[in-house]
């Protein structure tokens, strides 16, 4: 499916410098959720959110990182102060529930890569 | 918190092969148990899912998945694989009621034509 849409899908930073990604739910889907892929590892769960409403963040890293999901637009996951650790590929899923009987769609992930 | 593990990360196998990979996972209540495939360049997309009834699912593309209880397994399996299966497979895991998930580090497997 082509229905969730994360961008950009490559983004290179400095370090110090602020990430912002952004993920358009597929149509009709309020439940976001973000995971992070460090090389060589699974997707990690970060963040879910629902419109206007962070609902888990028990995966987000405590400092640099936070997410917001408006009532209109994108979800953003923004990474301050970004480090090589942050280095990963980012992705987003969408769904219209949070029960697993409500599948979770992927998008095709944002890889961020700091030098 | 749940954890996932997938075993032979790099699997290479011949076209009509059977392929199977295994997965197991550390958690003792009620679980949702999933598999994705990755194709190169595309986004994850659902093979097959486990939440209650026969243990045996049937995906997509072929693939069957089997949950055993006793042995914190859902391994997935095909007959014969073709050269499209070429892609990196998860397995996932989710507590009852919920949709977050637990990811395995993937299989990345490559069939030869």
């Known amino acids: 499916n082509a229905g969730v849409m994360q961008n950009p899908r490559h983004l290179v930073r400095r370090r110090g410098q602020e990430a912002r990604l952004r993920c358009s739910p597929m149509?009709?889907?309020?439940?976001v959720y973000w995971y992070r892929q460090l090389p060589e590892e699974g997707l990690k769960f970060m963040v879910y959110l629902q419109k206007e409403n962070i609902i888990d963040e028990s995966g987000m890293p405590k400092e640099r990182f936070s997410a917001e999901f408006p009532k209109e637009g994108p979800s953003i996951l923004r990474i301050q102060q970004v480090v090589r650790g942050d280095s990963a590929a980012y992705f987003c899923?969408?769904?219209?529930?949070?029960?697993?009987?409500?599948?979770?769609?992927f998008g095709q992930g944002t890889r961020l890569t700091v030098v | 918190a749940q954890s996932v593990s997938q075993h032979n990360h790099h699997v290479i196998l011949s076209e009509a092969a059977s392929l199977e990979l295994g997965c197991n996972y550390s958690y003792g209540g009620t679980v949702n148990l999933f598999w994705y495939v990755q194709y190169p360049g595309q986004h994850l997309q659902l093979l097959l899912k486990y939440f209650s009834g026969d243990p045996l699912v049937k995906g997509i593309k072929g693939f069957e998945a089997e949950f055993i209880k006793s042995k914190f397994s859902f391994n997935l399996r095909k007959p014969s694989v073709q050269w499209s299966d070429t892609a990196e497979y998860f397995c996932a895991v989710s507590s009852y009621g919920n949709n977050r998930l637990a990811f395995g580090k993937g299989n990345q497997v490559v069939v030869i034509p």
């Open positions: 149509k009709g889907h309020s439940h």
């Open positions: 899923a969408s769904s219209q529930g949070e029960s697993p009987l409500a599948e979770a769609f």
